[in-house]
Nanobody, 122 residues
């Protein structure tokens, strides 16, 4: 059974940093591209970043230069380092394992974690 478990969310002031982790089990982790999405209240879940096999990363424009995704295949874990946080980054953050399609679409991810709340105060 595939499980993705996010951690590391919390409350932080604007300008601060957080590092999210997503620990995976039940799948051959190194074979999957891993994505991060977020969902703010009243909004649809949106793409944040993805890291593919080999380490290539893609980011939504709004987080470029502030957020950085990495992975440790030995630990079956993907990370999202979030710096210079803004109030508009407030959302529940989800990690997903990419199965097929395009990296930017939620429907392309066959497995999801339960999410972790990130709240950025102004």
């Amino acid at each position: 059974q595939v499980q993705l478990v996010e951690s590391g969310g919390g409350l932080v002031q604007a300008g601060g940093s957080l590092r999210l982790s997503c620990a995976a089990s039940g799948l051959t982790f190194s074979s999957y591209a891993m994505g991060w999405f977020r969902q703010a209240p009243g909004k649809e879940r949106e793409f944040v970043s993805v890291i593919v096999r080999g380490g290539t990363t893609l980011y939504v424009d709004s987080v470029k230069g502030r957020f950085f995704t990495s992975r440790d295949d030995a630990k079956n874990t993907v990370y999202l380092q979030m710096n210079s946080l803004k109030p508009e980054d407030t959302a529940v953050y989800y990690c997903g394992a990419f199965t097929e399609g395009n990296y930017y679409s939620t429907t392309s991810y066959g497995y999801w974690g339960q999410g972790t709340q990130v709240t950025v105060s102004s």
